[in-house]
């Protein structure tokens, strides 16, 4: 495995935590890994001021400048890719062939946004004042706090970091206490490309400190972006702490994703996507298919085959081996909340259909599914984050749009058809900021990634993510 230095990265140096330690552990085996700097609030303000000296000269780098270093992360990454997933797997728990498709994922949107450093276009404006001229640019915000999840640990940080990085931002990195060694990995790979001192740090603590942490990044003034993915009450919290600063925020919070699928749909296709987009890292996926929502007519046909397929595919167990493609999740409060949920999913009417082999470990759940689920079930209204499939029938298309609608959270929603104006319909009715007609795996570097209503504001990837860390700034010459 990948050795990583167990500092926190800041102002080019790595330095001890003032907290002292806090120790990693791979949730497959329970072994501790290492133990790595718990930072304090001292730690994270030097931090904060090493960005905000960078800040000056980085912000004035040309686009090719920034390119040229983006590109050699980007390079870096990819030649250490092996290390890097072994590494990933071992703390966050996920397959080794899923966690390189999480590098490659990473590895484009380092490309993009390498690429989108020589696209931050202003505007000339028409005048409608005779003797002035008006134009925009487009400026780099300022230091931009990137606070980063346990799921997909290292795609955050590419696309979180790399825009930054792109728009001429500095950053203060802060990884999820249960997966932060690939972040210092990461913070070597930035080393070794040459990232002035100050331009990327990285700042890890226990969950113990990561109140007063969000709190101080939240607060200081010299921060003028906080990009979060994560839950939605800490993004609630971070949205009314950033208030009184009037800072730039972008958040990435839960989702709640219907997966519809209709009479007319490839049933062999929606059985295969929905098993992908369910069990992709052990369901911890904030656009896994949360609610599956089939047509009575098909509904036992659909309800079998996925049954079949979880007997044949599902193999759970440490994902360093070849031998298993599903983890275990990732702490032992996600595995209560797993456990929990199906319980009262059982008690309120539900049956469990099929439960696959649990792997061998305290954090492994059993890949399951449920069918019976309606929508009063307390599993039909929240966020599963594990490997349970939550079938709901229905009967009519306006009935269906409803029922996927009836949340607060909208990040991603899917269907099956093959009726194209139901396909117009469905994708136009859904209150979401991603749809997906015949389709998962929906976001790429190019386009933009993020929610509606409760699950977030802003968009990663795409030409849009930019705008989170830039401000336009009008210049108008007069007196002409
Ligand atoms: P989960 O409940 O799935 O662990 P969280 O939203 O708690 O999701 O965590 C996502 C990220 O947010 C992690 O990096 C975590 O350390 C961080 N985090 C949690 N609480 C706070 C907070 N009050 N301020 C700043 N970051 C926080």
Redesign the pocket.
Known sequence: MASVKAKAYINGKWVAGRGGVFPVHNPATGEEIMKIAECTKEDVQDAIDAASSAFESYKKWTPSQRAALLMKIHDLMDQKKEELATLLTTEQGKPKVEAMGEIQFSLTFLTWFAEETRRMYGETVPTSVKNKRFITVRQPAGVAAC????NFPVAMIARKVGAALAAGCTAVL?????TPLNSLFFAQLCEEAGVPAGVVNVVTCS?DR??E???L?CDSHKVKVVS????T???Q??YSRCGPTVKKLALELGGDAPFIVFPSAKLDQAVKDAMFIKFLNCGQVCVSANRVYVHESIHDEFVSKVKQAMMYNIKQGNGLSNTFNQGPLVNK?QHERCTALVRDAVSNGATIEYQAQKGDGDLFFPATILTGVTKKNPIAQQEIFGPVFSVLKFKTEEEVIKCANDTERGLSGYFYTEDIAQAWRVSEAMEVGMAGINAICIDTAETPFGGVKMSGLGKEGSRHALDDFTNDKTICWGNL
């Open positions: 606070i980063t999840p346990w802060k990884p999820a206490e249960d969950r990561v109140q942490v969000g709190a990044l979060f993915t994560g839950s009450a800490v993004g919290w971070l409060k």
